[in-house]
């Protein structure tokens, strides 16, 4: 007797050849489509010696549009070729104060230092410059799903301490990288006129990707991360029309990924439309 078991059949041959591909922290050698967005954003960041440069960009797009994977590579690059930048990531999800803010910054410029010392939030701050001085460095802080802090009443508080990080410095050191799915105007409305004028007038925009945009990424996907004839075309063609309609990449990825999976487990070699549509089926109702 079987009993309450599922029979798992597996089919003779693997499909994947490299799950990895369809890992949502999975980032390509060259990003598809976006290469005037990492320019700009790498324009931003990168140290300047004028006085008078913006300090906040706006990174504004829809959710799976590739904000955040672009704004890594360009930190990397940056990175790279001038080695004073120091990243630092908060999420608009996390309920962070200020004072957690600094210290998180502290620990981010004191490695590789072999012990961690406390200070109080009066003397935290200065300690950051000091630490900016002395390792020549300038800091690019990521505030991602910044509407989180606008919807929370605090983004205004948490520019000011983070801006405040520039004071004593006759060039500034410290810039920061907001990036939000909301339109500009609700964004800007809601800051002090102090902190606007802080922000560069020019936000870095990332549109949804176009259809054929969308296949050509997710082709690539297919060809790297599964074996040949494993995603049929009639198959391939309704993730992307599936994609396109929600018009978020990290849907499409995500379906390939469970469109296999399904197939598996019902020892097909192929990818058939129902394994799509069990697969869409589960991904909308999780």
């Not at 599922?6 to 999975?26: G, I, N, V």
């Not at 000091?130 to 983004?155: C, S, T």
């Amino acid at each position: 007797m079987i009993g309450m078991h599922t029979l798992f059949y597996a089919p003779e041959k693997p499909l994947f050849s490299d799950l990895q591909y369809f890992e949502f922290s999975y980032s390509p050698e060259h990003i598809t489509c976006r290469d005037t967005q990492i320019r700009e954003i790498y324009a931003f960041i990168h140290p300047g010696r004028k006085k008078n440069r913006p300090l906040v960009a706006v990174i504004r797009g829809l959710p799976g549009t590739g904000k955040t994977m672009c704004i890594n590579r360009a930190l990397r690059q940056a990175g790279a070729r001038s080695h004073t930048i120091v990243p630092v990531y908060f999420n608009g999800h996390e309920s962070l104060t200020s004072f957690e803010m600094y210290e998180d910054i502290y620990y981010t410029l004191s490695r590789p230092a072999s012990s961690y010392q406390k200070f109080s939030h009066d003397i935290l701050p200065s300690r950051i410059r000091l630490l900016l001085q002395e390792k020549n460095a300038f800091l690019v802080i990521h505030l991602a799903d910044a509407h989180r802090y606008l919807l929370d009443g605090v983004l205004n508080s948490v520019l000011q301490s983070l801006l405040r990080l520039n004071d004593t410095f006759p060039v500034p050191r410290v810039r920061i990288l907001l990036s939000a799915g909301m339109p500009p105007d609700n964004l800007m409305n809601n800051l002090d006129p102090a902190i606007r004028s802080t922000f560069n007038d020019k936000e870095i925009y990332f549109p949804v990707y176009s259809r054929e945009e969308v296949s050509h990424i997710l082709r690539e996907r297919v060809t790297m991360g599964l074996n040949p004839g494993v995603m049929p075309e009639e198959s391939f063609e309704l993730i992307v029309n599936t994609t396109v309609l929600k018009n978020d990449l990290r849907t499409g990825i995500e379906l390939v990924r469970s469109s296999v999976i399904q197939a598996e487990m019902n020892a097909r070699e192929m990818v058939d439309t129902s394994d799509v549509m069990k697969a869409t089926g589960d991904y909308y109702h999780l």
